[in-house]
């Protein structure tokens, strides 16, 4: 499948009580906006979680047109350190979520069956034959069930250890995936 499918497969994926980036005026060539700047098609892959809410998209919208994330918040911030250590730039990452819509509030859960869906309908197609590198326990979950070889490391969010402790394991868990 080639990536102008997989936007296709992302504008057509829609459940019930979560907005669409179309919804909410993110409908770009893109499947995540991040990856109007982690967009490289044959880098080393991270999938993590989701993107944003609907709420922090709104409250944010003008550093997310124009860059497709926020660099002050935790998550960007260790892939930073991680970027670095590999001796990368987010040009040549890509990244995307196994959950393709919003969720409607922050720190949303989002019921596996719902992610399995996504990824299903719209990640699968993002893969390309790479081994991704899952962020966390949610992602790493959704390939699992999918039987996609991956290599598991912590999310960058995660509320434990430091930012330099995460960095490093997501960084040697890139160089295993590679």
Avoid at 21 to 32: H, I, P, R, S, W
């Amino acid at each position: 499948m080639t990536y102008a499918a997989a936007i296709a497969a992302r504008r057509a994926f829609a459940l019930p009580g979560y907005p669409t980036l179309a919804d909410e005026g993110f409908d770009g060539d893109y499947v995540c906006p991040i990856q109007m700047t982690s967009g490289n098609l044959s880098g080393p892959m991270f999938i993590s979680k989701d993107w944003l809410d609907a709420p922090s998209v709104r409250q944010h919208r003008r550093v997310l047109t124009e860059q497709g994330y926020l660099p002050d918040n935790p998550y960007n911030r260790v892939m930073d350190i991680v970027l670095g250590l590999l001796n990368l730039t987010r040009a040549d990452i890509y990244i995307t979520p196994v959950f393709h819509l919003l969720t409607p509030q922050r720190s949303s859960t989002i019921p596996p069956a719902h992610a399995r869906a996504s990824f299903d309908a719209v990640g699968r197609h993002e893969l390309m034959g790479r081994r991704p590198v899952a962020l966390g326990h949610d992602s790493a979950r959704v390939l699992r069930h999918f039987d996609v070889p991956h290599v598991q490391a912590p999310h960058p969010s995660a509320r434990t250890g430091t930012f330099a402790a995460k960095a490093e394991q997501i960084a040697a868990a890139a160089r295993i995936a590679a």
